[in-house]
T-cell receptor, first 115, second 114 residues
Framework: EAGVAQSPRYKIIEKRQSVAFWCNPI?????LYWYQQILGQGPKLLIQ????????DSQLPKDRFSAERLKGVDSTLKIQPAKLEDSAVYLC?????????????FGPGTRLTVL | GNSVTQMEGPVTLSEEAFLTINCTYT??????LFWYVQYPGEGLQLLLK?????DKGSNKGFEATYRKETTSFHLEKGSVQVSDSAVYFC?????????????FGTGTRLQVTL
């Protein structure tokens, strides 16, 4: 079974530029998550989708971050404009969405460096 | 709110030594508890989990027991190998409501030497 796919793996941009990340979850997984992992810290949830609807985006900086999950499969996360403090690894995870067996599987992440 | 506290690293051990990485949590209700591992250059992988009090999760020689009375989920392994060198994250999932986000600790780096 293929895992969670993410691209690009690495991205370097200058501050005030925009950037987008892509995630393809495990086939059939209804729930998709985006986490931000700053160096030396644990991952922090940015947004959770159930199919193509948002369940939790309470920690998403909505003035600059946006995410969508059209058709309930792939998802994109965008930052516009980027700030220095956005330098982090952006992790996508997916789960089946079934109560009681809802293990999250993570992709390899996209490492963003903002100069 | 929910939180997870892990012992700070790095933890440096010789091969075949006994490992303990402490993890305590604060949560409302009855969370599920997890240990994830992150090998160099790779994404997070689920190592083990426990969904209710007194459950013991185990995998690859690692184990952890869900202790509700001490709000702890310490990771142990009897004999570590060089290949266990990685960053270990303790996490909890609040099982109330529809949101199911994981709350992570800051991670503990383990380095095993020959």
């Amino acid at each position: 079974e293929a895992g969670v796919a993410q691209s690009p793996r690495y991205k370097i941009i200058e501050k005030r530029q925009s950037v987008a990340f892509w995630c393809n979850p495990i086939s059939g997984h209804a729930t998709l998550y985006w986490y931000q992992q700053i160096l030396g810290q644990g991952p922090k949830l940015l947004i959770q989708f159930q199919n193509n609807g948002v369940v939790d985006d309470s920690q998403l900086p909505k003035d600059r971050f946006s995410a969508e999950r059209l058709k309930g499969v792939d998802s994109t996360l965008k930052i516009q404009p980027a700030k220095l403090e956005d330098s982090a690894v952006y992790l996508c995870a997916s789960s089946s969405g079934l109560a009681g067996v809802d293990t999250q599987y993570f992709g390899p992440g996209t490492r963003l460096t903002v100069l | 709110g929910n939180s997870v506290t892990q012992m700070e690293g790095p933890v440096t051990l010789s091969e075949e030594a006994f490992l303990t990485i402490n993890c305590t949590y604060t949560a409302t209700g009855y969370p599920s508890l997890f240990w994830y591992v992150q090998y160099p250059g790779e994404g997070l992988q689920l190592l083990l989990k426990a969904t209710k009090a007194d459950d013991k999760g185990s995998n690859k020689g690692f184990e952890a027991t869900y202790r509700k009375e001490t709000t702890s989920f310490h990771l142990e392994k009897g004999s570590v190998q060089v290949s266990d060198s990685a960053v270990y994250f303790c996490a909890l999932r609040d099982n109330t409501g529809t949101a199911s986000k994981l709350t992570f600790g800051t991670g503990t780096r383990l380095q095993v030497t020959l």
